[in-house]
């Protein structure tokens, strides 16, 4: 009886667990330390694999393209950084409100007229990998927000990540990381969470 009753225990909180695990949440990291610090599905995620979701599942709903395309925070692109500044200045520099364009669901903003013309001329070529998500994040299945400091150009293309010291972590084995994130690019777009630092630039 006691032995019955503990297992009813067990699996009425696994499925708990389950249910609030595989809820779409948004994690906020104000202390700007790793994304898997702070992001739950990056260490054990109860909707993958093994999964307690399995039976009565509250993961069904999760679905591809769960989030945008492109990550933006308050509706602009890369916090407001300039994306072909990147390429034409070496650097991570602010945009502007009076120059702006609309592309892939976001607001881009740029230092100047001339860069915003080269944006919308080819903003493939200057658009950051992963919709502008952190690349660190994407390797790993998941989703975070970008530093736009944390920032490199690999074989013409741009690359962000959540922090300087992500940053670090990912330049670890660039070759490496960018396959995997290849590899893990759309379909990171069906996570559930997007680890957001909630820091604005």
Avoid: H
């Amino acid at each position: 009886m006691r032995i019955q009753y503990l297992g009813a225990i067990a699996i009425a909180s696994l499925l708990t667990l389950g249910a609030v695990a595989c809820g779409t949440t948004t994690t906020t990291n104000t202390d700007a330390v790793s994304p898997e610090a702070v992001d739950p599905s990056a260490a054990a995620n109860p909707c993958a694999a093994a999964n307690p979701c399995a039976g009565a599942n509250p993961c069904a709903g999760a679905k591809a393209g769960t989030q945008p395309a492109v990550y933006a925070f308050e509706g602009v692109a890369i916090r407001g950084a300039d994306p072909v500044a990147y390429f034409t200045e070496g650097k991570a520099v602010k945009g502007s409100a009076d120059y702006e364009t609309t592309w892939g669901g976001a607001t881009w903003r740029f230092s100047s007229a001339e860069n915003m013309a080269a944006f919308e001329a080819d903003p493939e070529a200057y658009a950051p990998q992963y919709g502008g998500y952190c690349a660190w994040a994407v390797k790993s299945g998941y989703l975070a927000s970008v530093d736009p400091e944390a920032w490199k150009i690999v074989d013409g293309k741009l690359y962000l990540n959540y922090s300087a010291g992500v940053q670090r972590q990912w330049q670890g084995d660039i070759a490496g990381n960018i396959a995997l994130g290849d590899q893990n690019w759309p379909a990171a777009l069906s996570s559930d969470e997007v680890s957001e630092s909630g820091k604005s630039w």
